[in-house]
């Protein structure tokens, strides 16, 4: 195959280390690719106002594919307040700029699996029959819509007179907010259209199907926020019925979502939801599986064959400038065989997913928050492995 360009964008703090490590990890293993790197954080926001410089939008366009680390984002006030003067006198705003890469390039399948590794010490347990220890097997994959909803980014603080008008015509707004000054009134919208809706459904059914799971689970609040949720709810049914009768589908609510995945984790396939509460879900199981260390995904859009990689977590900005990095990168590794899953590498990501699961097994290198450490500068004197380290384990299982 011809050498791939891979746009690797490191961001911020611990995106730094976790994305270094990962591009040995897929030298060793045999990825013929050559890594551009493209500027995206803090770090750009503050030079040059924008953190997501046309120069990276224009090198993701070209190459198709990304590799991402982590970006500090801060509130607008906390934002504008770091600028240099002639800077903010351009009066700019702060916006995430992987939300805004997500939205620019309408990467708006989210995809974020999470699945037990055999003797990883963070494992979920729980209290079974008779007080048995059960360590249930958790093989989940969260289908989240990555560019509408809450994070669309529709939102006022003191809004508008026009858009206030329109509020009031609403007689819930009249009775429960009319009589409150426009000026004490932030509004963030919860948009959902029906083609992303659509999408984002259709590909956790497709996912399903393909690898056998026996049910999707539309994760939303139908019976209070009736017109979103339940819009997405109904649009499943039909779906399901028409396209995937031999799939289960079942419809959850966040907040009960959020207690069951402790008591029975086991019993959910593929679970599909919008941008929120995918977000906070995913995070859920997340926890059961080993945490942010752990938690991988992929964004993508499969009309372009655009695809952003990156794991779950932030920049951890409290561990940044340790002299020796701390931090798993088991998370933006197994982000890592997601691209090569999606650009058809499956080969080689299934010889990294091997060598992952047998160093997690053996259980010899343990970065600290598999060690239960706290995170401190000085876990690796304390027996802990370093980022460094636990990328040598997976490179010599290879
Ligand atoms: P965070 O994910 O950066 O860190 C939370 C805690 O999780 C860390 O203090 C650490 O204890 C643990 N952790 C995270 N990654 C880990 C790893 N690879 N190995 C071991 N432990 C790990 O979230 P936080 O502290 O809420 O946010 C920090 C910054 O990151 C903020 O500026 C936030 O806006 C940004 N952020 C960026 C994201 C992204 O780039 N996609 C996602 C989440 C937060
Ligand atoms: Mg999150």
Redesign the pocket.
Known sequence: MAKRTIVAMPGDGIGKPVLNETIRVLDAAGFDAEYVEGDIGWEFWKSEGNPLPDRTIDLIKKHKIGLFGAITSKPKDAAFDELSDELKQKKLVYSSPIVGLRQHFGLDICMRPCHTYTGNPLNFIRRGVGDAIDEPLVDVVIFRQNTEGLYGGVEWSNPPEQVYDALMTHPKFVSNFGETPKEEISVSTRIFTKRATERILRAAFEHAKKYNYKSVTVCEKPNVIRETSGMMFKMAQEIQKVDFPNIDLWNTNIDAQMMWLTKNPEDYGVIVAGNMFG?IV??GFAGLIGGLGFACSAQFNPDSGIGVFEP?HGSAPKYADYDTSIVNPIAMIESACMMLDFINENDIAARIRKAVAEVIEEGKVRTYDMSKMRGKADVVEKGAASTVEMANAVIAKL
Do not use: A, G, I, L
């Open positions: 977000d995913s995070d779950t």
